[in-house]
């Protein structure tokens, strides 16, 4: 069955740091590129970071590079999203996804998704 699992938001102040994880089962994280997107309330889904199979080749939006870092754990079938330098802007849903492709940072690419995690970055 395919399943995401997202864990590890919550309330943070700015300048803190969260992880993210995202929980796949094997036939979802297998051989697939996995990705972090965010919806803002009132914004699109917009990508945030991914990382191919089977890791070492990452892409991050421009709002997000040098704070954020994307990483898999292929044994756990665990993708994770270390967070730190939090802003207010970061405040969203993040969502788990994973693509059988290589594009990365188009969303209808993915062909799976988590439920979300919620992220509040108070100023």
């Known amino acids: 069955q395919v399943q995401l699992v997202e864990s590890g938001g919550g309330l943070v102040q700015a300048g803190g740091s969260l992880r993210l994880s995202c929980q796949a089962s094997?036939?979802?994280?297998?051989?697939?590129?996995m990705g972090w997107f965010r919806r803002a309330p009132g914004k699109e889904r917009e990508f945030v970071a991914a990382?191919?199979?089977?890791?070492?080749?990452?892409y991050y939006a421009d709002s997000v590079k040098g704070r954020f870092t994307i990483s898999r754990d292929n044994a756990k079938n665990t993708v994770y999203l270390q967070m730190n330098s939090l802003k207010p802007e970061d405040t969203a849903v993040y969502y788990c996804?994973?693509?059988?492709?290589?594009?990365?940072?188009?969303?209808?690419?993915?062909?799976?998704w988590g439920q979300g995690t919620q992220v509040t970055v108070s100023s």
């Open positions: 990382i191919k199979w089977p890791g070492g080749t990452t």
């Open positions: 094997e036939r979802t994280f297998s051989r697939n590129t």
């Open positions: 996804a994973a693509s059988p492709g290589s594009t990365y940072s188009y969303p209808p690419a993915y062909k799976y």
